[in-house]
């Protein structure tokens, strides 16, 4: 069955640092996902696109985020000078956008920023 | 999209169903029920979705009360394996934003 996956699992960084997380979306689908989750609390939407632009991003996604397709295959998250609170698990997700459209999400990457 | 009220903790004894209830009594008519499952800290799994019939997969069953304010999420036979945190989601299919809203969900534990 197809998934998402996603790399590194798990990224140690020093507070101020980039760091760019990857995902591979499941091969159809055509719309693309970050969601985060602090340690103890909900998931949280980051920021959704699709047809290479950014379609929704909530107040979370400030300008020390951005995202991007590279590719044919891989979907980035890029965190510009990583702050202490930016340490979560970061899912990305991927949909279909037609039949029934559910959004699948992958394992996640765990950002510890020290 | 319409918001989901879920109790915040269940338990349910090993080979019993688990049934996990959502309100959404203002879920609009072009708006589909959705549950994820988290597994410790693991990315949301999809268990099952539904618009207005009853829905079975291999993982679960979804009952869908006939007004639409309410629905339950039936697993069969809970394992230990279902431990987790069930999320009830309402939204509308398609579109080009279409974010998931997570609230707390119900941490199932299933018991020996």
């Known amino acids: 069955e197809p998934e998402v996956t996603q790399t590194p699992s798990h990224q140690v960084t020093q507070m101020g640092q980039e760091v760019i997380l990857r995902c591979v979306p499941i091969s159809n689908h055509l719309y693309f996902y970050w969601y985060r989750q602090i340690l103890g609390q909900k998931v949280e939407f980051l920021v959704s696109?699709?047809?290479?632009?950014?379609?929704?991003k909530s107040e979370i996604f400030d300008d020390q985020f951005s995202v991007e397709r590279p590719d044919g295959s891989n979907f980035t998250l890029k965190i510009r000078s990583t702050k202490l609170e930016d340490s979560a698990m970061y899912f990305c997700?991927?949909?279909?956008?037609?039949?029934?459209?559910?959004?699948?999400f992958g394992p996640g990457t765990r950002l510890t920023v020290l | 999209d319409a918001k989901t009220t879920q109790p915040p903790s269940m338990d349910c004894a090993e080979g019993r169903a688990a049934n996990l209830p959502c309100n959404h009594s203002?879920?609009?008519?072009?708006?589909?029920v959705y549950w994820y499952r988290q597994i410790h800290s693991q990315g949301p799994q999809y268990i099952i979705h539904g618009l207005k019939n009853n829905e079975t997969n291999e993982m679960a069953s979804l009952i869908i009360t006939e007004d639409r304010k309410s629905s339950t999420l039936i697993l069969p036979h809970a394992t230990l394996r279902d431990t987790a945190v069930y999320y009830c989601?309402?939204?509308?299919?398609?579109?080009?934003?279409?974010?998931?809203?997570f609230g707390g969900g119900t941490r199932l534990m299933v018991k020996p």
């Open positions: 997700a991927s949909r279909t956008g037609t039949g029934t459209d559910t959004q699948y």
């Open positions: 696109f699709y047809n290479n632009e950014i379609s929704e």
């Open positions: 203002t879920i609009s008519g072009n708006e589909y």
């Open positions: 989601i309402v939204r509308v299919a398609g579109g080009a934003g279409n974010m998931l809203t």
